[in-house]
């Protein structure tokens, strides 16, 4: 699912690296109903103040004078017709800078796109599957036909360029850990041999939210889930953005070889929202209403926010790993 920011495989953030992720909006709201929607528990989506040409010109004003190594999009669903156009504008202007570019989508609509997203030769693609059962993914997405739609776009996704650029990310669920049971022997079928779990997370009204489970349990169940995957030949990775799972994760034998992503330099990710609140670290698991920096366009230029919120930010988290 990757919360903080979508990076591609074994793409890491260098010093004074920014990770840009946008969240496009949906004006007709998303096509599921996820209950565990980040996006949705932050209500980050349900206010949209930043107009097309606001996005293209903080992307623009962030590839120009700053050291951007991704610019991704995320939901509520990008690939929603009436997000795409969000979308697209986004990933070109990433493209446009030679800047890597990525985009995490439920899947229902990636039929639909696949060459758009070929011809912006994009690095990395998420897509969203939450179980083998077709009934159990479409009850975790709360839209009957989910599961459907997301199988035809990643088989016509497979048939594409696309296929080497794929990941499926999963959500671990608290008490519903068996819904991904049959999710390795799926993936081998597509030929599809990345999968990241996510540890379901919830969001803090004013404070920093968490797993939604305490990590002893996350990691007994991520254990059987990895087992599997290897005798699939799936190669699954943890993501641990927040590092909620160190101390246990640190203490499993090295003979299960369990891979874990974590977001090393969350202070140099940025996440902008249709609502103008731009969150950067811990912050991305508060409430955008909040008290988050929010940036008004007919109120201040996009360099200008930029250069007083987003930058010191940056220099203060270069400056704690060089003391590291």
Known sequence: MAIAVALPKFKELKD?????????????????????CVIRLRREASVQSLTLPDYVGFVDEMCRNHQVAL?????????????????SAILE?????????????????????????????????????DSADPVLHDLARGTQGAFDATIRGLKAACASPLRDRLMIASVLQRGKAH???????????????QWVVTPMYK???????????????????????????????IDLFVDDEFGDLVEVMDVIPSRES??????????????????????????ILRRTDAGLPTWQPEVEAAGDFIRR?????IKVEAASAATA
């Open 16 to 36: 004074g690296d920014i990770a840009a992720t946008f969240v496009v909006p949906a004006p007709g709201g998303c096509n599921l109903n996820c209950p565990f």
């Open 71 to 87: 610019v991704s999009v995320q939901g509520y669903e990008p690939l929603l017709p009436e997000s795409w156009e969000y979308s």
């Open 93 to 129: 202007r990433g493209l446009a800078f030679g800047i890597d570019t990525a985009l995490v989508t439920n899947g229902t609509y990636l039929e639909d796109r696949v060459l758009d997203l070929t011809r912006l030769d994009i690095t990395a693609v998420t897509v969203s599957l």
């Open 179 to 193: 819904y991904l049971w049959g999710m390795p022997r799926l993936l081998a079928s597509l030929g599809i041999r």
């Open 203 to 233: 969001v803090g009204r004013t404070e920093t939210g968490g797993p939604s489970d305490d990590a002893e349990t996350i990691v007994f169940q991520l254990r059987r889930l990895n087992k599997t995957a290897r005798e699939h030949g």
């Open 258 to 283: 369990m891979r874990v992503r974590r977001s090393a330099k969350l202070g140099q990710i940025v996440r902008l929202s249709p609502n103008g609140a731009c969150s950067m670290g811990d912050d």
């Open 309 to 313: 919120i987003v930058a010191p930010r």
